[in-house]
């Protein structure tokens, strides 16, 4: 019975700046299995447009076949790995291997931002898919046709994606279980130590405990969910103490507290990260990504974007689109509540 299984192909399209441990979370899951099983039950290819070296986001370069060179027969999943500046690295060659396989029914997904190249080629239209959570405005603005959820990861039929990182360890584990069955993901968790799976329903962003523990009050994160819902059309301070149960001044205290800053500057600085995605991600008009981010004056925007990324919007979109350090979380709340 071992010996009939059949072995399923992955082809990894990498692409320049993709995520390496997003990647390599994603492939290492196979890799055990193969190991538990002593079977060659999953094989892998990291492949790219041209083939060759393909420097990740981190600086670690790694050897790629190049799409042309391999078999033009889809590969039972296809997965797009990508980072920075997806609008960037969209080729033909690649649209044409995701085409390929779509036609034969085959499965396909993206990790991290890999969803816009898949998004790009048409084939995702009136269809689910997530993104890592820095990229969802952008993506909403390119791709009004996609339903973009802020779950970890995402399975619509053959389309899968997946927000990247240490998700993609859930995100392989789940295909593991759908290929094998729950026996052989199990002991594919245990062995990379991968004590809790989370399945395509979780958030990006859980309403519980932050990372490192519970620190910041309920009240606190309840105004904070109330200007992310509120980055288009921002509420008033009062409005928000108002909505949340307590007084303006007791807000600013527990903001100064707990935040460093006033709620005020707060909400600026989201509404801000939120533009910046835009500028950098986009090709949306300045006008556009003012009003987008709450800004009503054009002028006012400029200044407050140069106050805080130390560059205008123009130049941001010109010199910039690499990643930047400073980054309020979570940059983008999904206001439907989607858990």
Known sequence: MREMLQSTLIRVIVTPNFNLAATMNFIDPFRAVNYLEGLSLFRWEIASDMGGPCVASNGVSIDTQALVNLDEV????TIVSSSWTPEDVSTARINKALRTAARAGKTIGGLDTGAFILAETGLMRGKRATVHYEH????????????????????????????????????????????????????????????????????????????????????????????????????????????????????????????????????RDIRLDRARGLVTQTTLSMAEI??????????????????????????????????????????????????
């Open 74 to 77: 889809a590969p039972d999943i």
């Open 136 to 267: 969802i405005d952008s993506f909403i603005e390119l791709f009004p046709n996609i339903d973009v959820s802020e779950n970890l990861s995402v399975f619509d039929g053959k389309f899968i994606t997946c927000s990247g990182g240490v998700a993609s360890v859930d995100f392989a584990l789940r295909i593991i279980h759908s290929t094998l069955g729950p026996a052989i993901s199990n002991a594919a968790a245990r062995y990379i130590f991968h004590p809790e799976f989370r399945g395509a329903g979780k958030s990006q962003n859980p309403s519980g405990d932050e990372p490192m523990g519970a620190n910041v009050p309920d009240t606190v994160k309840q105004a904070i969910s109330e200007m992310e819902a509120h980055l288009e059309d921002p509420l008033t301070i009062p409005e928000i103490s108002k909505n949340i149960g307590i007084s303006q001044r007791q807000l600013i205290r527990l903001f100064s507290r707990y935040l460093n800053k006033t709620p005020v500057l707060y909400y």
């Open 290 to 339: 003012a009003v987008a981010s709450g800004f009503s004056n054009q002028v006012h925007f400029s200044r407050a974007y140069r106050e805080r990324f130390g560059l205008s919007p123009l130049q941001d979109r010109g010199e910039g689109r690499i990643p930047f350090e400073f980054r309020a979380w979570p940059l983008h709340r999904n206001p439907k509540g989607e858990a």
